[in-house]
């Protein structure tokens, strides 16, 4: 007989899960409607906390972002960023109201996390990440996901939050060394992430990987992980991540040790995920070719995404005053130095072109840069092509419903909602 990943269950604390984690995806793609169905359905679906005033001034009509432009808009013409700071009053207000907003309709038994990445450094690094995870703890929400970064001193920013040993938390890792660091960090607290996301190669968006990726694995860091935890007596789940693209995909994956698999590319396509539905059509439309791993991110991190991005070498002047997500301690964002770079060289020229690095800010705001895993090339595969040539939109129970009871690497298709071509 056959195995189903519907015949395992990832437990966590009291909890027993259906082994489906849908992933974090920035900004606002994993919508809180995604994460809600997940939940629903019993498993764990998440929220990012990517942008957040901007995601709350678009689900809420607050005006965050327009009071931070307001309040930095004699700074606009400068090429030091560093006076650009974010309110953090508002940051958690901001955070509390996304996170309300989603925990308030929450049904069934599963899991909502946020994913909460360490490369949003804000102009002030701890400062921010601090607000937002607390903000995130004191809202409500089920457990945070530490995202790109090694986040090697972030549980101690929320040590002495009340719910520091009650919520779950995790932390995505791509390699053992960088668990090992974690918990050795970690050590003086006590306290062990209640799971482990190992996040391999073919993974969408930011990568924990070189431009070497491709040399590695993601089921040989997975058994080796899972070793690990073993031989330390450690009882952790290990999640596995990045290129699971059927359900007979993720039984391997726990057939290997996993106790749960977390998936994304497949619910881009879906009704719940937030992007647009135009830009769901050019997920369906890309063949594997047009899919790329480059180095365009200012975070310094490799980042895959479908080349056609509009992002992709636009010189867009930056917007720190609203946005700056990216600055660093010191209010440097290496798109800012890019652009200046390149305005210097073409003096008068009314629109440049940035080639080397993109504003991810505006860009990601906008949803101009298509971040996907490696099998988003297979989307088109999963649903029905319409009369008029686009494909069939899906619902995110159709595809969870996919990955839980799929056998024999078959992919089910949804029900026509019209007449197909």
């Not at 636009?314 to 770079?341: F, H, M, Q, S, W």
């Not at 993109?358 to 840069?369: D, Q, Y």
Request: hydrophobic share 40%.
């Amino acid at each position: 007989m056959m195995q189903r990943l519907d015949d395992f269950r990832l437990k966590m604390g009291r909890h027993e899960l259906v082994p489906i984690v849908i992933g974090g995806m920035g900004v606002d793609i994993s919508s809180a409607d995604l994460a809600l169905e997940a939940a629903r359905l019993g498993g764990v679906g998440h929220i990012s906390d990517a942008m957040v005033p901007t995601v709350t001034d678009r689900r809420y009509q607050t005006k965050f972002v327009k009071a931070k432009q307001a309040l930095y808009k004699y700074n606009m013409d400068s090429e030091d960023k560093s006076p650009v700071k974010f309110s953090l009053e508002q940051l958690a207000e901001a955070t509390r109201l996304h996170v309300e907003g989603t925990m308030a309709r929450k049904q069934g038994k599963g899991l909502i996390f946020i994913n909460c990445m360490e490369k949003l450094t804000m102009n002030a690094p701890k400062e921010t990440l601090a607000v937002r995870m607390s903000a995130a703890l004191d809202a409500g929400i089920d457990g945070i996901t530490l995202a790109a970064g090694l986040h090697l001193g972030s549980f101690a920013l929320i040590e002495q939050h009340p719910r520091f040993r009650e919520a779950k938390l995790g932390i995505i890792v791509s390699s053992l060394r960088a668990l090992q660091l974690f918990l050795k960090k970690n050590s003086r607290l006590n306290r062990l992430p209640d799971y482990v996301v190992v996040e391999g190669p073919l993974a969408g968006g930011h990568l924990g990987f070189g431009m070497d990726w491709a040399e590695y694995d993601l089921a040989t860091i997975v058994k080796e992980i899972v070793q690990y935890l073993q031989d330390e007596k450690l009882e952790i789940p290990v999640i596995a991540a990045g290129g699971i693209f059927t359900g007979s995909d993720a039984v391997r994956m726990l057939q290997l040790g996993a106790a749960g698999v977390q998936v994304a590319t497949r619910f881009t396509v879906t009704k719940e995920c937030g992007l647009p539905d135009d830009v769901k059509q050019e997920y369906f439309k890309a063949g594997e070719d047009d899919i790329e791993v480059n180095q365009i991110s200012p975070t310094g991190y490799p980042m895959r995404m479908i080349k056609a991005s509009p992002g992709i070498g636009d010189g867009i002047r930056p917007n720190c005053e609203a946005y700056g997500y990216l600055l660093d301690a010191n209010g440097k964002c290496a798109y800012v130095t890019a652009y200046n770079r390149e305005v210097a060289a073409h003096p008068g020229e009314r629109r440049i072109h940035v080639m080397d690095k993109t504003c991810l800010c505006t860009h990601m705001r906008n949803f101009e840069i298509w971040t996907c895993g490696q099998t988003a090339w297979r989307l088109k595969d999963t649903t029905h092509r319409l009369p008029d040539g686009s494909y069939q939109l899906l619902t995110a129970e159709h595809v969870f419903r996919d990955y839980q009871f799929s056998v024999d690497d078959q992919v089910a298709l949804p029900e026509p909602t019209l007449t197909v071509a």
